[in-house]
């Protein structure tokens, strides 16, 4: 068997996997990855639905994602 390399920046690497598709092989890299913080307390959220195309909620007083 030979050995197959990857390239990949990442260095806490947890598991590798390889798929197999109808015409290729896929292979995923699962990894940890330490959180970004941000100072910014302005949240949106986009939620894409079934019965509905898109639900937007925000913690913003005063602003509707609503347009009529």
Do not use: F, W
Request: hydrophobic share 35%.
């Amino acid at each position: 068997m030979s050995e197959i390399k990857i390239p990949t920046s990442q260095t806490e690497i947890i598991e590798a996997r390889i798929i197999p598709k109808s015409s290729c092989h896929l292979i995923e890299i699962v990894y940890d990855q330490e959180e970004e913080t941000t100072e910014n307390k302005q949240v949106a959220e986009v939620d894409l639905g079934v019965n509905n195309l898109i639900a937007v909620m925000t913690n913003q007083t005063g602003i509707s994602p609503m347009h009529d």
